[in-house]
């Protein structure tokens, strides 16, 4: 459950967050020695965006304390289901180069599929093991693309490479 | 004449049996991806892109001209049955057409829907097809200086027109801004905020960031919030052919929608929403009952719908021609040209004809096979829609991570994906636009290059971009669209002082939530 008041804070997060990207592009840019002898150098539009994100935040923490923000009266949301699909997502994209694009496809749809209220656990993996196997074969095969296969199953497949 | 030569030809290499495959193809996956509750056209061309990788470039784009069109058509159906408008123009289409289908009309709604998408997709490509060269022509007359106030313009129209607070659009096309700058310099070869990762000279992926909100932010979305919401499908049943009445009540909205949507989907103004709601507004005006708007009138089905896809065309005419991209749509129709090493405007015309009026003719085409995959078929569409969320959402993300992953063949964009991902998901609670973001990310290295070429000719004298009629009259806009509603907004807080600002009452209106009943 969330409530009117956290959803200021979230605006009032988002406001920081814009002002703290548009301090990082300024001190970035500042860091950064010139090259080019340009009229316009390759500084002016980092400076000018870092600018606007610094305006923007400001904004946006005035709009957070004394404005109207979305869902005023507050937002049910489950975060637990959020925060298993973002877990899904970031084990697929850490084990995709090791495990390879089938069992690390196969975990990020199960992942998602219990997030939404898929309780049959067997028959989610199933299917997202038929899905990340007819993926593979038909982006690797039919269209000349190249989903890893994993560097495991690379070295198991071909021991002498040593 | 020229041009209908040019047309001809394209015809030519539109109705090669190979080039044809690929059309219906296109309509066919276009349809059926932008059937799929949460995916509106923009992601479905985003997620299709790894499927054209081993085409030629006209043939790819013919395929590209299908989904474009075929994802209008299926966006419309799920708003009907579903409620649940996967793009900002079927938010006006939902109202009714889901009221209709309540009632048992759904049939009538997904009839009326289809046959104005085609009578309204046929004439405004028809127009898109006289406008794009005069729009080249005036293209020729653009330096620099015009290009720039060009891009400003439609950046500006982009943010203010969408969401609720300006404050929350320019933030999100600030971000789009700020994502723009990593990555290699185009005119020095500098180095910008890349922080020492050499995956990101390259520059942030406009898919990838197209995904990450569209898909990715949706979809936590969706799963933060499915548990407390109640979807409501209805079968379609009865007579699944318009009356009489329906016919007579739908053929002026069907016109009234193309004349709306066409001229302003060519406008830098942001896509289908303006003329959807304009449509909308128009018919309950001229309709014998108004009183049943918003109760189930096939008028405001029919004309948004007509308005909608007549918009789809007309937003065509500054990409093709100016290189212009004034939709999130169009922002990745961009980044797939781009991915070809082609630059839309007028060399593409001189240079590549047959792919561009390849593209152009497959419209017409395309949009003769989706009345036939969307009147006898609609049936099987909507089977598509039983398909059980838990799998449903898995399959967008597992798609999802299979284009961003292909883009490069590697790890770092799907980081990327998953922080842009999280990023979309608290856009989308805080009720912030994502398109504007989407649009900058293009946009903004395309105009900071014209800037740069702009003082470059006039040896550093900033001058040039109010001295040029064009590009001052452009700029001049701008800033009313952004310092206008500003000053409207003082005057009336100033005259009702005490007389309670409204709080959330901009939210309510707002068109960029995509789930207006909750």
């Known amino acids: 459950m969330t409530t009117g008041r956290s959803m200021r804070a979230g605006e009032a997060v988002l406001g920081g967050g814009l002002i703290a990207l548009g301090g990082l592009i300024a001190v970035e840019t500042m860091l950064t020695p010139s090259v080019g002898r340009a009229v316009v150098g390759p500084a002016l539009f980092p400076y000018l965006i870092s600018g606007g994100l610094v305006l923007v935040g400001l904004s946006l923490l005035r709009e957070a304390f004394a404005g109207a923000v979305a869902h005023a009266e507050g937002l049910e949301l489950d975060l637990w289901a959020v925060a298993l699909v973002a877990a899904g997502l970031a084990v697929q994209f850490l084990l995709l180069d090791t495990l390879g694009w089938i069992p690390s496809t196969t975990i990020l749809f199960a992942a998602v599929s219990r997030a939404f209220g898929g309780r049959r656990l067997v028959v989610n993996l199933a299917i997202g093991l038929a899905l990340a196997a007819f993926t593979f074969v038909a982006f690797n095969y039919g269209l000349g693309l190249n989903l890893p296969e994993g560097s495991i199953v690379e070295r198991l497949t071909s021991p002498d490479a040593e | 004449m020229d041009t209908l030569a040019a047309l001809g030809h394209g015809f030519l290499v539109a109705l090669t049996p190979y080039n044809l495959l690929w059309s219906a193809i296109g309509v066919t ?16 061309v985003a997620l299709l892109l790894p499927v054209t990788y081993g085409l030629e470039p006209t043939s790819a784009f013919i395929m590209f001209a299908g989904i474009y069109y075929g994802a209008m058509y299926g966006g419309s159906t799920t708003s009907i049955l579903l409620n649940a408008p996967g ?3 079927s938010i006006v289409t939902a109202i009714d057409g889901h009221a209709m289908a ?29 406008v794009a060269p005069l729009m080249v022509k005036m293209a020729l007359l653009f330096g620099p200086a015009e290009y720039f106030a060009l891009m400003v313009l439609a950046l500006t129209t982009v943010t203010a027109v969408l969401g609720s607070s300006l404050a929350r659009g320019l933030a999100s096309l600030f971000l789009g801004l700020a994502l723009g700058l990593v990555g290699i310099d185009m005119q020095t070869g500098q180095a910008r905020l890349a922080f020492g990762v050499p995956e990101l000279l390259d520059g942030i992926d406009t898919v990838v960031v197209a ?20 979807e409501e499908i209805y079968a379609l049943k009865g007579s699944k052919w318009m009356s009489r009445e329906d016919w007579s009540r739908s053929w002026k909205p069907w016109l009234r929608g193309t004349l709306l949507g066409f001229p302003i989907g060519t406008l830098p103004a942001g896509g289908s929403e303006i003329p959807t709601f304009l449509s909308y507004l128009v018919e309950k005006r001229l309709a014998k009952k108004p009183e049943e708007f918003g109760k189930g009138a096939i008028e405001a089905v029919a004309g948004p719908e ?22 999130a749509t169009a922002a990745i129709m961009l980044a797939a040209f781009q991915q070809y090493g082609l630059q839309p405007g007028p060399t593409l015309f001189d240079n590549n004809p047959e792919l561009v009026w390849g593209m152009i003719a497959s419209l017409y085409i395309g949009n003769v096979l989706l009345l036939v995959l969307n009147l006898p078929l609609v049936g099987f569409w909507v089977k598509l829609l039983l398909i059980p969320r838990p799998w449903l959402y898995a399959g967008i993300l597992v798609f999802s991570s299979l284009g961003a992953y292909t883009l490069n063949n590697n790890v770092i964009d799907l980081v990327i994906l998953w922080v842009i991902g999280l990023l979309g998901f608290g856009m989308r609670v805080l009720n912030v636009p994502v398109a504007p973001c989407v649009v900058g990310l293009i946009l903004g290295p395309l105009a900071e290059q014209q800037f740069r070429r702009a003082l470059a000719i006039s040896q550093g004298d900033p001058s040039v971009f109010l001295t040029h009629p064009i590009s001052a ?14 000053v409207l907004r003082f005057r009336s807080n100033g005259a009702g002082k005490g007389a309670g600002n409204g709080t959330g009452k901009g939210d309510s209106a707002s068109p960029s939530g995509s789930h207006p009943a909750t």
């Open chain 2, 211 to 230: 995904v990450g909100l569209f898909a990715v932010g949706e979809t936590l979305y969706v799963a933060s919030r499915h548990r407390f919401e109640t």
């Open chain 2, 306 to 327: 007509a308005a909608n896809n007549a918009s789809a065309a007309g937003v065509l005419a500054p990409l093709l021609s100016l290189g212009l991209p004034t939709s």
């Open chain 2, 87 to 89: 793009e900002s123009g």
């Open chain 2, 102 to 130: 309540r009632q048992g009309r759904g049939a009538q709604a997904l009839a009326t829907a289809a046959i104005g998408s085609f009578i309204a997709g046929t004439i405004a490509t028809a127009a898109l097809t006289f």
């Open chain 2, 29 to 44: 996956v276009g349809t059926a991806v932008g059937v799929l509750p949460g995916i509106g056209p923009a992601l479905t």
């Open chain 2, 473 to 486: 009259a452009l700029l001049i806009i701008a800033a009313l669209l952004v310092i206008g509603p500003m």
